[in-house]
């Protein structure tokens, strides 16, 4: 199971930090992800990290404002989201897949969590 925390409401420019712990498996064995779907919109790929931390991914519309990071230790992922934007309103899912690669189609990500609601104001 993952299950999500830290959404919330933030301003324009603002900052917010989402967690999403996993139980019932070996966390490390995962590639963990976060994606996000809008209003109206698809579900999207936000980010990405190895099992080891190594290596991370991005689209262009976070690169450089939002960060991933992972605690093994802690079975938690985190995304640190910096100079917030209206556009970024969305729920925001963490997801698991068994692997070494990341990538970033959702098909491919085994376990999702519930989600979590984050919304930009101006």
């Known amino acids: 199971q993952l299950a999500e925390s830290g959404g919330g409401l933030a301003q324009v420019g603002g900052s917010l930090t989402l967690s999403c712990t996993a139980s019932?498996?070996?966390?490390?064995?995962?590639?963990m992800a976060w994606f996000r779907q809008g209003p109206g919109k698809e579900r999207e790929f936000v980010s990405g990290?190895?099992?080891?931390?190594?290596?991370?991914g991005y689209p262009d519309s976070v690169r450089g404002r939002f960060a991933i990071s992972r605690d093994n230790a802690k079975n938690t992922v985190y995304l640190q989201m910096n100079s917030l934007k209206p556009e970024d309103t969305a729920v925001y899912y963490c997801?698991?897949?068994?692997?070494?690669?990341?990538?970033?189609?959702?098909?491919?990500?085994?376990?999702w969590g519930q989600g979590a609601q984050v919304t930009v104001s101006s």
């Open positions: 997801a698991a897949r068994l692997g070494a690669v990341i990538v970033d189609a959702r098909a491919l990500y085994e376990s």
């Open positions: 990290i190895t099992r080891d931390s190594v290596s991370t």
């Open positions: 019932g498996r070996t966390f490390s064995d995962y590639v």
